[in-house]
């Protein structure tokens, strides 16, 4: 079954500190994987995503992740986090070009960020 | 340019009535998706609208659900005799094409009394 996990439902982190999030996955093709983040009363904003090549991938506001298909990991990393960093983190897994284009969210990881 | 677009932003209403939710893709995206969050869950998929091809019904928990696109514009949710397990954060995403990220709207927040 294709399934996304976030282990760690809340993390408290603060400011300046660094920060992993992590994500595992359970899919049965190759995987097109996602961060979103998810401010209250907000939809989602993409921070990143991988589809091929280099397994560390950068995206907006200094998040990075890296696929590890040996762990089905995607892990999202950031070295010095803001307040402003403050929301709910989703990983997503899909399989573009399919039949359908569905997104596989996990639960979700809510960061706080503490002075 | 505009982004996704869903509208009411909030809507509450009486257990047993019917409900239609309004999403405006990004202009010129030819993927549209309809997911349902609940309260701290993440997202589920519901429906998915790919240009003239049949959609992906697939993620609609009942037939009390239906959606519809026209051509590559508005699509409308409808929620008929909702029940208070509808009660969520109903959310829109549209793609440039299947291959691309999808884009999200702030959501509609339903609430069923």
């Known amino acids: 079954a294709q399934s996304v996990t976030q282990p760690d439902i809340h993390i408290t982190v603060s400011e300046g500190a660094s920060l992993e999030l992590r994500c595992n996955y359970s899919y049965g093709a190759t995987p097109y994987l996602f961060w979103y983040v998810q401010s209250p009363g907000q939809g989602l904003q993409l921070l990143l995503k991988y589809f091929s090549g280099d397994t560390l991938v950068q995206g907006i506001k200094g998040f990075e992740a890296e696929f590890k298909r040996s762990q089905s990991s995607f892990n999202l990393r950031k070295p010095s986090v803001h307040w402003s960093d403050a929301a709910e983190y989703f990983c997503?897994?899909?399989?573009?070009?399919?039949?359908?284009?569905?997104?596989?969210f996990g639960t979700g990881t809510l960061l706080a960020v503490q002075p | 340019g505009a982004g996704v677009s869903q509208s009411p932003s909030n809507k509450v209403t009486e257990k047993g009535k019917d409900v239609e939710l309004r999403c405006d893709p990004i202009s010129g995206h030819t993927a549209l998706y309809w997911y349902r969050q609940r309260l701290g869950q993440g997202l589920e998929f519901l429906i998915y609208f790919q240009g003239n091809s049949a959609p992906d019904k697939s993620g609609l928990p009942s037939d009390r659900f239906s959606a519809e696109r026209t051509g590559e514009s508005v699509s409308t949710l409808t929620i008929q005799r909702t029940q208070q397990e509808d009660s969520a954060v109903y959310l829109c995403?549209?793609?440039?094409?299947?291959?691309?990220?999808?884009?999200f709207g702030d959501g509609t927040r339903l609430s069923i009394l």
């Open positions: 997503a897994v899909g399989a573009l070009g399919g039949a359908t284009n569905k997104l596989i």
């Open positions: 995403a549209s793609s440039l094409h299947p291959s691309q990220p999808q884009h």
